[in-house]
């Protein structure tokens, strides 16, 4: 009799650390999904600001000098999404640095821009919020030992310049 208490007890504890172990791992999931979602609104708004900068650069308000450097940073920054992640944040930090040297206060171009410019802040802010979130989860021992992350990359933040 004594012995089936002792069963019973541990089935119970093996039970909730079961349940436990099953819901952190959905979590685990939806964060990884989380992002993946806000990596992709980043890269939407990263695109959408450097095409407003090279419209902005083709348009004949700026002077050459300003015009030819905007130009080039944003054709940089497009060019730099297909390669690694640390040649992207500099290209994109490059392109923010442009933007801020050639004073782009010119109608009616200064309230788009400075719109794409936080949108980018945001959605940059958002994702790097939800990469800390999953990594700290997935420091907890339980994911650890019993490999709850499956095969996932270790997500990473994104660091660039960005004006604040």
Wanted: avoid cysteine; aromatic fraction near 4%.
């Amino acid at each position: 009799m004594e012995i089936s208490w002792v069963l019973l007890a541990v089935g119970v504890v093996l039970l909730v650390i079961g349940a436990y172990a099953s819901w952190t791992a959905g979590r685990l999931d939806r964060l990884h999904r989380r992002v993946e979602l806000a990596r992709a609104a980043l890269e939407t708004e990263l695109a959408r600001r450097s095409a407003l900068v090279a419209e902005l650069a083709g348009s004949d308000i700026l002077d050459p000098a300003s015009a030819l450097l905007l130009l080039d940073a944003a054709h940089r920054a497009r060019a730099a999404s297909l390669q690694s992640l640390e040649v992207r944040e500099q290209a994109e930090s490059a392109l923010t640095r442009a933007i801020h040297a050639t004073g782009t206060e010119v109608e009616p171009w200064a309230g788009e821009l400075a719109l794409a410019v936080r949108r980018v802040q945001l959605a940059r802010r958002f994702h790097n919020d939800v990469v800390v979130s999953t990594r700290e989860l997935r420091r907890r021992r339980l994911v650890t030992w019993f490999r709850l992350a499956g095969r996932a990359p270790m997500p990473t933040t994104i660091e660039l310049e960005d004006g604040r």
